[in-house]
């Protein structure tokens, strides 16, 4: 199954762009990357998916490598309110199942 | 954009008693759902899928006639926790899916806490 790998915390200060990168080296071919993030005691909001274009919405924009191999997000100008935990997901292969990493937890600092 | 809704959002209730949690797509069907559990300082884990006028997929471990769900209409499914006991106390969650490729929308959550 597609597993995904982010580094366990990151810090960001208030204002600044925050990079959140993501290993998902197994993905097949065509399945999507999806990133939601998680403020506490809430479910997942969805930010952004992508299959090989970068995208760009009013929260985020999606960088994926050629390979597919990897994907950052960017929070172009972090605030307080981006504190959170924020997951990069894949589905299981053949499923429409989100199978969760353990996620990046952002701190944005003021 | 769309919305998934969830009810309870806390509930508090002895052992042995059995508690249903709903799960509603508000502007859109979904033929699937999803119900994860999560405990503290963890991250989201998979308990079923369910599917609209059949039985629920559960994943492996978790116990089906413990965790009973249905999914009567297109924008309906219902986690029941029957004779829930302490170590059920968890936070869970629901989502929905829009089609294909679309990503998944999470409802706010449930906490559960038995005492």
């Known amino acids: 199954d597609a597993k995904t790998t982010q580094p366990p915390s990151m810090d960001c200060a208030e204002g600044r762009a925050a990079n959140l990168p993501c290993n998902h080296s197994?993905?097949?071919?065509?399945?999507?990357v999806y990133w939601y993030r998680q403020i506490h005691s809430q479910g997942p909001q969805y930010i952004i998916h992508?299959?090989?274009n970068n995208e760009t919405n009013e929260m985020a924009s999606l960088i994926i490598t050629e390979d597919r191999k990897s994907s950052t997000l960017i929070l172009p100008h972090a605030t307080l309110r981006d504190t959170a935990v924020y997951y990069c997901i894949v589905r299981a292969s053949g499923t429409y199942k989100y199978i969760f990493g353990t996620g990046t937890r952002l701190k944005v600092l003021a | 954009g769309a919305v998934v809704s969830q009810h309870p959002s806390w509930v508090i209730c002895k052992s042995g008693t059995s508690v249903k949690i709903e799960c509603r797509s508000l502007?859109?069907?979904?033929?699937?759902m999803f119900w994860y559990r999560q405990f503290p300082k963890q991250s989201l884990m998979l308990m079923a899928t369910s599917n609209e006028g059949s039985k629920a997929t559960y994943e492996q471990g978790v116990e089906k006639d413990k965790f009973l769900i249905n999914h009567a209409s297109l924008t309906l499914s219902t986690l029941t926790v029957t004779s829930a006991h302490p170590e059920d106390s968890s936070f869970y969650i629901c989502?929905?899916?829009?089609?294909?490729?679309?990503?998944?929308?999470f409802g706010d959550g449930t906490r559960l806490s038995i005492l």
């Open positions: 502007d859109f069907q979904a033929t699937t």
């Open positions: 989502s929905a899916r829009l089609g294909r490729d679309q990503p998944q929308h």
């Open positions: 992508g299959l090989k």
């Open positions: 197994t993905i097949s071919g065509n399945e999507y």
